[in-house]
């Protein structure tokens, strides 16, 4: 009887991380959103980037492994690619409700997982998943306005830069993920940050700021990544990918949760058309037995 307990423990510890992990991502993200008012998106992004930045390499102090020349190009790239979803994602959070924000980047990697797979099945999802978008666009906000163009086309932005991600990242963490993972961000931070810094308002970087900016980076960089460095050698690829096709869920949920962002009934429907486009995407496309490249949010 222990060792059947301890089996099951064994295998909903890591998925009750993952979870754990999304929340905690979609979380920080509406903490971020209480950020704009005072700094703006950019600012909100560059604090992030680099207090999480600050952070890894304080704790896990990756120049103690050498990492050879020819893997630096894949790490920038990977970088660059994250820090560049980071801040287009807030961008697209200033404009248009979270969940739907996730709904929109979550073309990414649903792309990603598409063009991997030959079966004429996947056209299915296809078709759902573009349903699904198409009534997000025309069901605009639950008040009956017209859903801002400049926050989907941010968000559609960083889909391109999360399927960027994943191809780079899973090079660059063809040696040492962890460590790649950690100068990919540093690197990313170093990059896109500056340009968040333009014409910030820099009196209002006060001390309550800067305790927000570090709750951020906690909750949507530090912990989630912990959780999921911990994870995802322990989940196979399915469930990974079946479990990240709620993120639209639960950046909907934290939006109405956290910052009063109801939805209408068809929205919520047409999200949850993406995430079933998703899971299909991930039930019935190419299996791996382990998941080398962590969720990036």
Same mark, same amino acid.
């Given at each position: 009887?222990?060792?059947?307990?301890?089996? $099951?423990?064994? =295998?909903?510890?890591?998925?009750?991380?993952?979870?754990? !992990?999304?929340?905690?991502?979609? %979380?920080?993200?509406?903490?971020?959103?209480?950020l704009?008012?005072?700094?703006?998106? @950019?600012? &909100?992004? #560059?604090?992030?980037?680099?207090i999480?930045?600050? *952070?890894?390499?304080?704790?896990? =102090?990756?120049?103690? =492994?050498?990492?050879?020349?020819?893997?630096?190009?894949?790490?920038?790239?990977?970088? $660059?690619?994250? !820090?560049?979803?980071?801040?287009?994602?807030?961008?697209?959070m200033?404009?248009?409700?979270? %969940?739907? !924000?996730?709904?929109?980047?979550? &073309?990414?990697?649903?792309?990603v997982?598409?063009?991997?797979?030959?079966?004429?099945?996947?056209?299915?999802?296809?078709?759902?998943?573009?349903?699904?978008?198409?009534?997000?666009?025309?069901?605009?906000?639950?008040n @009956?306005?017209?859903?801002?163009?400049?926050?989907?086309?941010?968000?559609?932005?960083?889909?391109?830069?999360?399927?960027?991600? /994943?191809?780079?990242?899973?090079?660059?963490?063809?040696?040492?993920?962890?460590? #790649?993972?950690?100068? @990919?961000?540093? $690197?990313?931070?170093?990059?896109?940050?500056?340009?968040?810094?333009?014409?910030?308002?820099?009196?209002a970087?006060?001390?309550?700021?800067?305790?927000?900016?570090? @709750?951020?980076?906690?909750?949507?960089?530090?912990?989630?990544? &912990?959780?999921?460095?911990?994870?995802?050698?322990?989940?196979?690829?399915?469930?990974?990918?079946?479990?990240?096709?709620?993120?639209?869920?639960?950046?909907?949920?934290?939006?109405?949760?956290?910052?009063?962002? #109801? *939805?209408?009934?068809?929205?919520?429907?047409? /999200?949850?058309?993406?995430?079933?486009? #998703?899971?299909?995407?991930?039930?019935?496309?190419? +299996?791996?037995? +382990?998941i080398?490249?962590?969720?990036?949010?």
């Amino acid at each position: 009887m222990a060792v059947h307990s301890s089996s $099951i423990v064994s =295998r909903l510890l890591p998925i009750g991380l993952l979870l754990v !992990a999304m929340a905690s991502i979609q %979380g920080g993200a509406a903490l971020a959103a209480t950020l704009f008012p005072l700094i703006g998106p @950019g600012a &909100t992004t #560059s604090l992030r980037l680099l207090i999480a930045a600050t *952070l890894l390499l304080t704790l896990f =102090r990756p120049w103690r =492994r050498p990492v050879a020349r020819r893997e630096w190009p894949n790490i920038a790239i990977y970088g $660059i690619a994250l !820090a560049s979803m980071n801040f287009l994602f807030y961008q697209a959070m200033a404009h248009i409700p979270l %969940g739907i !924000a996730v709904a929109f980047e979550f &073309t990414g990697p649903l792309t990603v997982a598409l063009l991997a797979s030959k079966r004429r099945l996947d056209l299915l999802w296809v078709a759902i998943a573009i349903v699904g978008l198409a009534v997000l666009l025309g069901a605009g906000h639950n008040n @009956g306005g017209t859903l801002n163009l400049y926050g989907v086309a941010c968000a559609l932005g960083a889909g391109a830069c999360w399927a960027a991600y /994943i191809l780079f990242g899973q090079k660059a963490g063809e040696v040492s993920g962890l460590n #790649s993972a950690i100068w @990919g961000i540093t $690197i990313g931070a170093l990059v896109v940050a500056p340009i968040g810094l333009v014409g910030a308002d820099t009196g209002a970087l006060g001390v309550h700021v800067l305790w927000f900016a570090l @709750g951020v980076a906690i909750l949507s960089t530090a912990l989630p990544y &912990t959780l999921e460095m911990i994870a995802l050698p322990r989940l196979p690829t399915q469930t990974f990918g079946t479990l990240m096709s709620l993120e639209p869920a639960f950046g909907a949920l934290s939006g109405l949760l956290f910052l009063g962002q #109801s *939805l209408a009934l068809a929205q919520w429907l047409a /999200i949850a058309a993406v995430i079933a486009a #998703s899971i299909g995407t991930t039930v019935t496309g190419k +299996t791996a037995e +382990t998941i080398e490249t962590p969720y990036p949010d």
